[in-house]
């Protein structure tokens, strides 16, 4: 068996590759045209290992190729690197095409059931071996520390490490129950809504605040209040509305069907809450995978597709 130099005992892979071609085809040009690479790239190769190993491995003449004794023992080795390499392509190759992995998912409650859901159970359908973790919280995650791969945040991007995709862009909106409106005198401007109870998603703090800008985009106004009930999950406040507590907020993709079919009507017309972006964010400084492009694109298109015609 042949052994060689200390030096030399781990040539170059991607040149054994090449050798264990030109042999297989008895012919440089015929290994070019295979590995899809110039002749004169395929020359130099076998000419690096054979200096690198300090052997001959093939004499040559115009017509015919022969191998050495030494190169007929470094053959050996040159199709196991060959058949190593084809292997890794392979598993490189299926795992790209078959889209497979797990999926971790951050998501504010108010957007959960009626927008987030549907994405996700739609995705699964087209891509059945991504398996997805969803994370529901209404505060802004640490994507290191809590392993998450995207998520879905209400508002500006404040952190310059991150990268957003905007998914929709929307308003709350101001709503009531007829029965409601019926028993009293509906609000005209922001300052009237302070006779009223109010329904607010709570943020953690004793009061809330509201800020509106009239429809003709000039004036602006802002009211601070106690709520009546403040929760942390719209989609918990919509029942009280329904039951006649109040006058709340709501926004537009959480249970869109009460105000569609009347049980809840908009308070307030000329008067609006700010308009702001729904994104789809990650860490700016990592590859993402292939479950990530995928997902980000398919949320996008879906989410439009779920809700067109979203108030601004």
């Not at 605040?209 to 009239?214: C, Y």
């Not at 709520?227 to 537009?252: Q, S, T, V």
């Amino acid at each position: 068996m042949l052994h060689f130099a200390q030096e030399a005992l781990i040539p170059d892979l991607n040149a054994l590759v090449v050798f264990a071609k030109v042999v297989e085809a008895n012919s440089f040009s015929e290994a070019a045209r295979r590995l899809q690479m110039p002749i004169s790239t395929v020359s130099r190769r076998i000419a690096e290992l054979e200096d690198e190993l300090s052997v001959r491995l093939l004499d040559r003449s115009t017509r015919n190729l022969r191998l050495t004794e030494l190169g007929a023992e470094v053959l050996e080795q040159a199709i196991r690197s060959a058949e190593l390499s084809e292997a890794v392509d392979n598993i490189i190759s299926n795992r790209l095409s078959k889209v497979c992995g797990t999926l971790r998912l951050s998501a504010p409650p108010t957007i959960s059931d009626t927008l987030l859901t549907p994405i996700v159970t739609a995705f699964q359908a087209s891509y059945p071996d991504v398996r997805v973790q969803i994370f529901v919280t209404d505060r802004h995650v640490d994507h290191i520390a809590e392993g998450i791969d995207l998520a879905f945040r209400l508002g500006a991007l404040r952190d310059s490490s991150l990268v957003a995709r905007k998914v929709l862009a929307y308003r709350r909106q101001l709503v009531a129950s007829p029965a409601y409106l019926q028993s009293c005198r509906p609000p005209e401007a922001p300052k009237d809504l302070l006779d009223h109870p109010l329904l607010a998603f709570w943020r953690r703090e004793p009061e809330a605040s509201w800020s509106f800008v009239h429809k003709d985009g000039t004036a602006k106004e802002t009211i601070t209040f106690h709520p009546y009930l403040a929760m942390n999950d719209f989609a918990g406040l919509a029942p009280a509305l329904l039951a006649g507590r109040g006058i709340g907020e709501l926004p537009p993709v959480v249970q869109p069907e009460l105000l569609r079919t009347g049980r809840l009507v908009e308070v307030m017309l000329d008067w609006r809450f700010l308009p702001f972006d729904l994104s789809l964010v990650h860490l700016g400084n990592r590859h993402l995978s292939k479950p990530c492009r995928l997902f980000k694109e398919f949320a996008t298109q879906m989410a439009q597709a779920l809700f067109p015609d979203l108030p601004g």
